[in-house]
T-cell receptor, first 112, second 114 residues
Framework: GESVGLHLPTLSVQEGDNSIINCAYS??????FIWYKQESGKGPQFIID?????DKRQGQRVTVLLNKTVKHLSLQIAATQPGDSAVYFC???????????FGTGTSLTVIP | KAGVTQTPRYLIKTRGQQVTLSCSPI?????VSWYQQTPGQGLQFLFE???????NKGNFPGRFSGRQFSNSRSEMNVSTLELGDSALYLC?????????????FGPGTRLLVL
């Protein structure tokens, strides 16, 4: 039968504005999280990670916030640029092994 | 340092055939994980190999299998292909600790089953 695609949340921002991408994770035992960026035709690219003993981590133009109480992650991108247009995934690593479980992704479009 | 490489980049097969995909991890990395990405199911974990042994396995049928060689290169095989196996197959490598470690992805192999 016909496959139904995942409904990707979308976010459009003006160039130069800040972007916030949200993610809810499922397993309260997960203690390591990664944000990936995936451009069309490419594999996911590592952006930033955070462990559960932290609630905030900053990189170059990016900040990840972790709220373990409500199992929520966010990725903040400062001064968003056209090159930031991509699909962004959060991934959680449970306590059981080295596999990651991915969210559905958010499609970010930067308007020049 | 060279990144993760995957070959081939594109494949077209017909139902019932089998296919083998290859992945070379980042130099020094000993763990290789495979993921399937489809519009319907998103990114799903297939299995992980470390030191030539399958260390973790996702929820996929036995038609999906893999192996790892002594140089850490890995292959995955899909037998008796079905239309639903059309997907982007991604390989990710990490240094090899059992968990809580960054995985770096290759560009993927796009498989189309007709």
């Amino acid at each position: 039968g016909e496959s139904v695609g995942l409904h990707l949340p979308t976010l459009s921002v003006q160039e130069g504005d800040n972007s916030i991408i949200n993610c809810a994770y499922s397993n309260s035992a997960s203690d390591y999280f990664i944000w990936y960026k995936q451009e069309s035709g490419k594999g996911p690219q590592f952006i930033i990670d955070i462990r559960s003993n932290m609630d905030k981590r900053q990189g170059q133009r990016v900040t990840v916030l972790l709220n373990k109480t409500v199992k929520h992650l966010s990725l903040q991108i400062a001064a968003t640029q056209p090159g930031d247009s991509a699909v962004y995934f959060c991934a959680e690593n449970p306590s059981t092994g080295n596999q990651f479980y991915f969210g559905t992704g958010t499609s970010l479009t930067v308007i020049p | 340092k060279a990144g993760v490489t995957q070959t081939p980049r594109y494949l077209i097969k017909t139902r019932g055939q089998q296919v083998t995909l290859s992945c070379s991890p980042i130099s020094g990395h000993r763990s290789v994980s495979w993921y399937q990405q489809t519009p319907g199911q998103g990114l799903q974990f297939l299995f992980e190999y470390f030191s030539e042994t399958q260390r973790n396995k996702g929820n996929f049928p036995g038609r999906f299998s893999g192996r790892q060689f002594s140089n850490s290169r890995s292959e995955m095989n899909v037998s008796t292909l079905e239309l639903g196996d059309s997907a982007l197959y991604l390989c990710a490598s990490s240094s090899g600790t059992p968990r809580g470690e960054t995985q770096y992805f290759g560009p993927g192999t796009r498989l189309l089953v007709l």
